[in-house]
């Protein structure tokens, strides 16, 4: 029986993903019992909506000449 | 030297008899980027541009940096391409450069303590069977919210810099623990280490951001 602890690591080190079969049935079992881990889990996830969407609104940022200059620049190097 | 939109031969091939495949379009990517097609630097300039600004952004660095070091990474890559092996995807090797450039400018190396203190408070949260001791605040009602947005740009901005690279690859570049461990240079257990840590860290400054309904 895995411990809070373990289930929680194992969570945010991102580790879960190659964990054996056996290992990841684990998690869900507990999850399912595991309000304390499910709330865990559910700021893991929040963060990277949050951080994805924060990211992503800086996305037209780039400048729109930038890959213009860069290739510019990569003939020049070439030289 | 090469120009855009006119293929060019490296100088050890003199001619295109040298190379069977070359217009049959059979050839393999690797090999038309080794002869640095420009068709093929277009396409993978045009892939990466963006990608490569967002994540210099995403480590702290201001448009004017990001621009800089994006056009640096590809001028590196072209240097560098005869070392690459094909065995990463380029978009990996191109992240990788990316990194160099990053730690070269922050001139310090990002320290990687085995120690770091927010393990402590990691362990403090739970009993000695490994349970824990209170439950966390619930982060949903307010993490939709605007004032949410504002306080994880505030709170990646207070992470160590490896921490936020780590985090970024990992969370917004939806990188494999695989991929940010060759990026980096670093085992892929050191990589789940740094990405726990990251949130760990980001989980606590956000709480004290609102981040969770007042207690
Ligand atoms: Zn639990």
Redesign the interface.
Known sequence: MMSCKQVSTLMSTGGLADAPLRQRLAVRLHLMMCDKCSTFKRWLELMGVAARAESHAHEDEAPADLEARTLRRLERSQL | ????GTPLLPTTVRSAAELPLYDMGVTDPLARLRR?EPAT??EI??QN??RL??AA??MGFS?AE??DL??DV??TF??TLDRFEGRSQVSTWLFGILHHKVQERRRSRARDDLHDPVDEL?ESK?DA????IA??????RV?SSAQ??GA??DC?QGLPPLHREV??L???EEL??ADVSNIIGRTVTH???L??RA??R??EC?DGKGWSPPR
Do not use: C, N, Y
């Open positions: 030297m090469w120009s855009v640095r630097l277009h300039v045009h541009t963006r600004f967002r952004q995403g448009s990001a621009d994006v056009q590809f001028v072209l240097e990691f739970f069977k490994g349970k824990w439950p966390l605040p619930s982060p949903d993490a949410a947005a994880i740009a990646l985090f970024h990992r969370e917004v494999s623990a990589v789940g280490v990405f726990h949130r760990l980001l989980r956000l």
